[in-house]
């Protein structure tokens, strides 16, 4: 069993450094993992630029082997030592209405928009590495699993890096499908071919989209390619052809049913683009819907706007279920790995910094 574990700490804005630090005495209701591949998400670069977020052990793509387990937990959570599991990064509460239903992202414990203070909040890959127990990241070779961890057991054979898809992937299913509504005969439109997109592309097209458009730009190209062997119908470069035109064409002018903007993008310009090419009655997950409600539009047409908000458990259960199936070239998804000794490459490579090309980016522990 692990004694010590060495760890990637975020020391400063874009720094960090290895650090070692003693495994914790495992309690009856908690456990320790073996950290076999912790994918970087998109957020992450974000993370490692904020001043405020040192140190930190990062990591919230997490897949590993139960390698200690308390008697309490391993009743609980249903595994033993050797078990391979997959986890979120939410730490919930476990008993307020969100938790029962499985959606811990809303958790009032686990919910980023809404605790007090997130850098001092338990949570995998983003919480301050002083509170102890200290192994709160996958970019360490072992990881604290606290009693309030979310657990979900993975096939022995499955490729821990294509497991690190669980997280993005998830977020496909539950923003495509489970909150957009993307099913048999839909028309749905994604915006930003990264690991979320090409998840939403892969989960629409699975759930029975009639048609999926992925769109980017012309930097995206390899993103956009890969995503037509995963399930989009069509892959729009933005800066190359008119995407309002290219919508109305391929749907008799009628627009989407659903669309995803899982760019992130504050200034409500893809907002504007998406509400534009909506269909009456469509589904819409948005982040920046720029300086105003537009209630009138979505009064006229009957819309239904979100804002893309993680993960439940079932859409992680699912996305493991497709990821596990072998039935996409997930391989060319996971575009780099990397050691411990080169987070910084890695994150670096994730905001498209240094390193092109770079997709679904993990970082292995105890890689060579
Ligand atoms: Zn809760």
Known sequence: MGDSARACVKTDIETCEIRSFTCPVIAPDAGLLRVESSGVGGSDPEMYRRANTAPCIMGHENVGTIEEVGETAAGRWGVKPGDRVALHEYLPCWHCEWCLKGDFRLCMEADFFNVKDRFNTPRYGTCNANMEPHLWGGFA????????????????????????????????????????????????????????????????????????????????????DLGLTLGADHAVDVQQEDLKKKVMALTNGRGVDVVVDTTGDPTGEIAETAISLAAKGAWLNLNGLGQSVPIGEIKKRYLTIRAPRGHSYTAVETALKLIASGRWPLDRVCSHDFGLEDVHTAVMATAGRDIEGAIHVTVSPWKA
């Not at 090409?198 to 097209?205: E, H, I, Q, R, V």
């Open 141 to 224: 070779e072992y990881m604290y699993l606290a009693p309030n961890s979310v657990i979900h057991r993975i096939p022995d054979d499955l490729d821990a890096r294509l497991a690190t898809l669980a997280i993005p992937f998830g977020n496909g299913v539950q923003w495509a499908v489970l909150d957009g509504g993307a099913g048999m005969g839909k028309t749905v439109l994604v915006f930003g071919p990264g690991q979320q997109g090409l998840g939403c592309a892969l989960a629409a097209k699975y759930a029975g989209a009639a048609l999926v458009l992925l769109v980017g730009q012309t930097r995206d190209r390899t993103r956009l």
